[in-house]
C-alpha cells in the first residue's frame, strides 16, 4: 500500500496563477482532509470530505476549492495565488469513525 | 466555536525522565481526541487516540489522559529517549459523523541527552 500520496512536492507559483495539488489514497477511506501549516505553526483545515460528492469547509477555506469525484482522490485547487498561501500543506484520510488519520508527507508551496 | 490549544509551546526534558505534553479543548461535546507527532520535514504521525467515554488509554510508554470535567487532554511519555523530540499535536473530533478533525497548536519537545 502508498498509503497517502501528494504531489508535487515542492512548488513555486507567481502571484495570481493557478495550480491544483493532488493527493490520492489506496486505503479505501472515506474521509479525507487537507491542511495548510505554517512556519513553526500548528495544522488548520481548509476543506474536508466524508465520501465522493460530499465536501465542506474548514477552518481556513478562502482562496481554495476542492472536489470529491471517487474516493481515491481529493485534489485542492488553488485559482489566483497569493504571497499568504505560500505554506506546507498536507493532505490525510481516515477509514470509519473512531480510526486514526494518515497524512500525506506534504506539498511546500511558495508563491512569489 | 470549538478549538483545540496547548498550555505550553516548548517543553525541554532529560533523556530518561518522563514527559507530559498538556491540552485543552473548548468544547465538552467532543467525541475523539488524537495526539500525533511530526518531525522535522515529515507529516504527522499517530500516536495515540481516546474516545470521549474513557479517562485513561495506554501504549507503548505512551499513556492518553482525558479529564471531560475541565476539558482537558495529557499525553505522558514515559521514559524519554532521543528520537522522541518532535512536535506534537493534539487533535479533535466534535462528533462522528461530522468527522472535522481539527489541530491545536502543538508543543515542541525537545530531550536533553
Known amino acids: 500500500n502508498a498509503g497517502v500520496t501528494q504531489t508535487p512536492k515542492f512548488r513555486i507559483l507567481k502571484i495570481g496563477q493557478s495550480m491544483t495539488l493532488q493527493c490520492t489514497q489506496d486505503m479505501n477511506h472515506n474521509y479525507m482532509y487537507w491542511y495548510r501549516q505554517d512556519p513553526g505553526m500548528g495544522l488548520k483545515l481548509i476543506y474536508y470530505?466524508?465520501?465522493?460528492?460530499?465536501?465542506d469547509k474548514g477552518e481556513v477555506p478562502n482562496g481554495y476549492n476542492v472536489s470529491r469525484s471517487t474516493t481515491e482522490d481529493f485534489p485542492l485547487r488553488l485559482e489566483l495565488a497569493a504571497p499568504s498561501q505560500t505554506s506546507v500543506y498536507f493532505c490525510a484520510s481516515r477509514t470509519s469513525n473512531g480510526g486514526e488519520a494518515f497524512f500525506g508527507q506534504g506539498t511546500r508551496l511558495t508563491v512569489v | 466555536g470549538e478549538s483545540v490549544g496547548l498550555h505550553l509551546p516548548t517543553l525541554s526534558v532529560q533523556e530518561g525522565d518522563n514527559s507530559i505534553i498538556n491540552c485543552a479543548y473548548s468544547n465538552s461535546a467532543s467525541d475523539y481526541f488524537i495526539w500525533y507527532k511530526q518531525e522535522s520535514g515529515k507529516g504527522p504521525q499517530f500516536i495515540i487516540d481516546i474516545r470521549s467515554n474513557m479517562d485513561k488509554r495506554q501504549g507503548q510508554r505512551v499513556t492518553v489522559l482525558l479529564n471531560k470535567t475541565v476539558k482537558h487532554l495529557s499525553l505522558q511519555i514515559a521514559a524519554t529517549q532521543p528520537g522522541d523530540s518532535a512536535v506534537y499535536f493534539c487533535?479533535?473530533?466534535?462528533?462522528?459523523?461530522?468527522?472535522?478533525?481539527?489541530f491545536g497548536t502543538g508543543t515542541r519537545l525537545t530531550i536533553i541527552p
Open positions: 487533535a479533535e473530533i466534535l462528533n462522528f459523523g461530522n468527522e472535522k478533525l481539527t
Open positions: 470530505s466524508v465520501g465522493a460528492g460530499i465536501t
